[in-house]
């Protein structure tokens, strides 16, 4: 399974982007039996757990450092996972990865993720 984030870019603090991963190499119903996760990190720090969300849709989890702001959402006939990033702040600048999990439950753990793609930039300016 190949991963392609896209669409960040420069917002202003309290504006908002919406990216989206695009999954290729894999069928509508393997994509669809995947939990999907959205990573970030900045330069010189770990990676983090954003957000996941399970195969079905029907369950999320978020860090608490974006609950209430971001949304997670999937396609899976697209095969497709969205982030809706609203209310965006300055520390949310970050290159933004998302990543594919054989697990059958929403996980945010790196080590439990099988497959990621190329990251995207988001900067946030003050």
């Known amino acids: 399974v190949q991963l392609q984030a896209s669409g960040g870019g420069l917002v202003q603090a309290g504006g908002s982007l919406r990216l989206s991963c695009t999954a290729s190499g894999a069928s509508g119903r393997t994509f669809s039996s995947y939990v999907m996760g959205w990573f970030r990190q900045v330069p010189g720090k770990e990676r983090e757990f954003v957000a996941a969300i399970k195969w079905n849709g029907a369950s999320t989890i978020y860090a608490d450092s974006v609950k209430g702001r971001f949304t997670i959402s999937r396609d899976n006939a697209k095969k497709m996972v969205y982030l809706q990033m609203n209310s965006l702040k300055p520390e949310d600048t970050a290159v933004y990865y998302c990543?594919?999990?054989?697990?059958?439950?929403?996980?945010?753990?790196?080590?439990?993720?099988?497959?990621w793609g190329q990251g995207t930039q988001v900067t946030v300016s003050s």
């Open positions: 990543a594919a999990s054989l697990k059958y439950s929403s996980t945010r753990y790196m080590d439990e993720y099988d497959y």
